[in-house]
């Protein structure tokens, strides 16, 4: 092979080199690659979503004052044991004055709270310094027809302190 073959075969080499990398090239075509530039999307305003629903989106199990099955009902709390302890029978009056308040053997107004629990007939009934407990504040799962069957049967956790339990027995009167 002579030098002029050589030459011949780097330049018919480099021709090809130079159209494929032509051919091949999306810009050398004028295509335009999705990948390029994604197309924008316009920003969608989130801030102030909750405007549209009550209580600013924040859903609440709470029972409102004119559904409160509690007011003006008095109960007797019969007997309870804490833990494995003796049962007692302390027969203190339960008041329902309100919505929100209590007392027992019409002493002085104490806080309660009756709410759904989501996802079950059952609602929760907290007792704020309900003393014949202890004075703390208690917590239990009632059924979701306990003031018309007039019953309260069920286990109070002590809010401040998880692992003290009392099973309660209360009864309607009025």
């Known amino acids: 092979m002579t030098k002029n073959d050589i030459k011949f075969m780097i330049l018919v080499a480099l ?41 600013i989106g924040v859903l609440t199990t709470d029972i409102t004052p004119a559904t409160n099955p509690l007011v003006n009902t008095k109960w007797v709390l019969t007997e309870f044991r804490i833990g494995y302890g003796p049962i007692q029978h302390p027969n ?12 027992i053997n019409s002493g002085g107004a ?8 989501p996802s079950s007939t059952n609602k929760s009934l907290t007792f704020e310094y309900f003393w014949p ?15 018309e069957d007039g019953q309260i049967i069920s286990n109070f956790t002590d809010l401040d302190n998880s692992t003290i339990e009392i099973q309660a027995y209360f009864t309607r009167i009025e």
């Open 110 to 117: 104490h806080h309660y709270t009756l709410s759904s629990i």
């Open 15 to 55: 021709v090809v080199i130079i159209s494929a990398l032509t051919l091949s090239s999306c810009n050398g075509l004028g295509y335009d690659s999705p990948y390029d530039d994604p197309p924008q999307e316009e920003p969608t305003d989130t801030s102030d979503w909750h405007d549209d629903y009550p209580n």
């Open 92 to 103: 203190d009056t339960i008041t329902f004055l309100s919505s929100g308040t209590y007392n």
């Open 133 to 147: 407990f202890g004075g703390s504040h208690y917590s239990g799962n009632v059924g979701g027809t306990f003031v």
